[in-house]
Structure formats: C-alpha cells, structure tokens
C-alpha cells in the first residue's frame, strides 16, 4: 500500500465530516473474505425504498491488523485508492498497526440505488506474511481509537437526493460503528502455521548490516517488507542460527517475516 503523511489528509477529512448525515439513506462498510488472505471492504446501504443511484464522490475507512502486518491494496472503486500507515504505538495500542484507506474521485462513480440493497465492492487487499493469529478489522466509529483519532473515522461522501443538485455529504454515521454484517476476520481460523514460532533473539536491531536469528529450527525462508507491504529481500536459508545481510537497505523501519516448516513470526527492523 503506499504510504503517505497522516496530517496531509486531516483537513480533507475534517471537510467531509462537516457535513452531517440527514436522512435514513445512508452507508456502513462490511468486510468480505475472498478466500486465503484476501479480502474487499464493501459498501452496505441502509434499508430504503430510494431509487435514485448513489453518486460517490469520496470514501475512506481505517482497517486494524496485528502489530508488524501489512496489506496491499490490489483494486478499488476508481483504481486509485491511498492508505495511509500507521503504528499502533501512535494512537495507543501496541498490539496492532493500521492503515487508513481513502480515494477521492475524480469524477463521481454511481452504486445501485439504495432500493435494490446491494453491497458494493470499494477495496480490495491482500493481507502480507501469512499471519496465522490476531485480528483483521474495520475501526468502528464510536471505537475509543476513532474517537480520539477523528480522521481515522469512516465516511462516504456522497450525493443519495434525486433533486438535480450535485451534492455531496457525508452518508457514514460517525458517531456510531459505522460497520455491519462481518466487521473482522481471525486469522487463526485459516489454519496455516499455527503455531508462532520461539525466537530466542534478532540482533542487533537496530542494525547497520548484519543481523542474527538464533533459537529456529529448521529456518526455511525469511522475508523482508517495507511497511507498504512490498517484498524487499527474500533469503532462503537452514540451521539454528543465521545471519542476513540488509547493507543495502536504506534507513527505516522494516518488517521481518521469519519461517520455519510449521510456524512463523514477524518482526520489526530498524535499519540504521
């Protein structure tokens, strides 16, 4: 996913929630399973009799992974869709990291109307690493993170009146969770490499070059991501102990996916 500034979209979103929602029309956001670690967050219309198809012209929604996880967006509503990263230190979870995932339009993209409540596909992704424990879910509005954090807030900006006037409010309640039907996703129930693997140590982290893994039996691949998912450096190795050499990376933070035959455990790199 690529990554950008969180502050660069503060007031973009601090405009649409100026607009409140009006009306019974509106939206909330599911998340759908598309089998083994891909998944689509769908549009869900509120129960209504309207006929008029809804003009989008903006949407955006936080999804919430275990710390260390990460995701690539493979498709969205107008192919254009940005996720902003973030540690879960910063808005005062540890135990989890998150993207917040936005797309303004150029043009207004049209979804069934209400009346036919239909669920419509906004965001397709793949979830990096193979986790085999945790969570996978949308942050709902009136969550204490939202709440404290108002741009990580769902919304849909959208024009659902068939009165010859392009308007665009707000349609995502913010003040309640904003989600239905299926909201998370545990990643146990996908039963690969149920077991997390005991790593004695990686060190040095930070590091200049060298790091060493000890405490895996039967190593078979360490994987390395920046935190837009991408794969970055790939070894495949064997023994108890091993050493990669990441020189030739540039300084930032990374994250290491480290595998043996049964389990497997992800890690953040700080390289120097």
Excluded: W
């Excluded at 990263?85 to 979804?111: C, K, Q």
């Excluded at 050499?245 to 390289?271: C, R």
Aim: hydrophobic share 40%; proline share 4%.
């Amino acid at each position: 996913m690529k990554a950008i500034n969180l502050t660069s979209i503060l007031l973009f979103v601090l405009c649409i929630f100026s607009n409140k929602l009006k009306a019974q029309d509106g939206y909330t956001y599911t998340l759908q399973h598309d089998g083994g670690y891909d998944f689509t967050i769908q549009a869900v219309p509120n129960s209504s009799s309207n006929t008029f198809a809804t003009s989008v012209q903006s949407y955006g929604f936080t999804i919430i992974l275990p710390d260390g996880i990460t995701a690539t967006i493979t498709s969205s509503l107008g192919n254009g869709a940005s996720a902003t990263f973030f540690n879960g230190s910063d808005v005062g979870d540890s135990s989890i990291d998150g993207y917040l995932v936005t797309e303004a339009l150029g043009s207004p993209i049209s979804l069934p109307a209400p009346s036919l409540a239909t669920n419509s596909d906004m965001v397709s992704f793949t979830v990096n690493g193979n986790p085999s424990s945790g969570t996978l879910y949308i942050l709902e509005n009136n969550s204490s993170i939202a709440t404290a954090v108002t741009p990580l807030k769902s919304f849909m900006a959208a024009d659902m009146v068939d009165d010859g006037m392009a308007v665009f409010p707000n349609v995502v309640d913010e003040f309640t969770s904003a989600v239905s039907g299926m909201s998370s996703f545990s990643f146990t129930t996908l039963g690969i490499n149920t077991n997390e693997l005991s790593i004695t140590s990686m060190y040095p982290n930070p590091t200049d070059g060298i790091v060493n893994i000890s405490g895996v039996h039967n190593l078979e691949r360490i994987e390395i991501y920046n935190l837009n998912g991408q794969l970055i450096q790939l070894f495949s190795k064997n023994g108890n102990m091993q050493q990669i050499d990441v020189t030739e990376l540039q300084s930032g933070v990374y994250l290491v996916n480290v595998q043996s035959k049964s389990a497997s455990k992800t890690f953040k790199l700080i390289k120097r």
